[in-house]
């Protein structure tokens, strides 16, 4: 799809009310036919039972002084599941992010952001969250954080909305939303409240995070 138009769909925000931690939402991320591909593709990750999939709580994650996880969610690095990534819908569309209409966007935000366009690697996770399912105040370890999240509506649930703490600043979650930032922010998610528990898992919070790094090439070392 042309750089036009994808961008026709897409609402941009360059949010400077703190100067000091400027961040990109962009609303619409995914067209109307990606959004598609990408829900078909969260109902197929949804029919595994929860027992096979890790819990943050019992993998890699930021951690509290005394030991315990700062995150409570199912989670999974897609690239586990696909020797090709263009099977994927979640991987494959992330050729916006590599698009010169999205560069530009993102290096009018901040001049941290000039340095995007010369990312070379990147990994993918899944997160699910449900009933108190939430992130406390942590950082990521990359250069980039690109999130997308997704969710049924009506909505179920309470909660699930995404903060950076030191600008102190809350972005509501909202269906098909795009929020993008340096990893050293500060940023946390509150935790989920059901109305009702659902019957059926994928009712929840899904979050679709790209990490993004820079890892130098051997004819550089």
Known sequence: MSGEKIKQYWDVKVIKDNPVFPFLVI?????????????????????TPKDQIDRAENT????NK?????????????????????????LNYMYKQRSPEFHK??????????????????STMLSYYEENDHYEIHHDT?????????VREPRLFDGGDFKLNEP?????????????????YLHS???????TQPKE????RYTITHFYNWKPQDAWI
């Open 201 to 204: 898992i994928g009712y929840g």
């Open 27 to 47: 609303d619409n991320w995914y067209t109307p036919n990606e959004e598609k591909a990408i829900w078909k593709e969260l109902d197929f990750f949804s029919v």
């Open 168 to 184: 102190d600043i809350e972005v509501k979650l909202k269906n098909n939303r795009m929020v993008m930032f340096p990893c050293c």
């Open 105 to 122: 966007i993102i290096k009018d935000c901040t001049p941290y952001s000039r340095s995007f366009p010369t990312s070379n690697t990147d």
């Open 60 to 63: 890699i994650v930021a951690r």
């Open 189 to 195: 998610v509150s935790p989920i409240k059901f109305h």
């Open 142 to 150: 990359m250069l980039w954080t690109c999130l997308i999240w997704m």
């Open 66 to 90: 005394d030991g315990s996880s700062k995150s409570k969610a199912y989670r999974f690095y897609i690239e586990e599941y696909y020797n090709k990534r263009k099977i994927s819908p979640i």
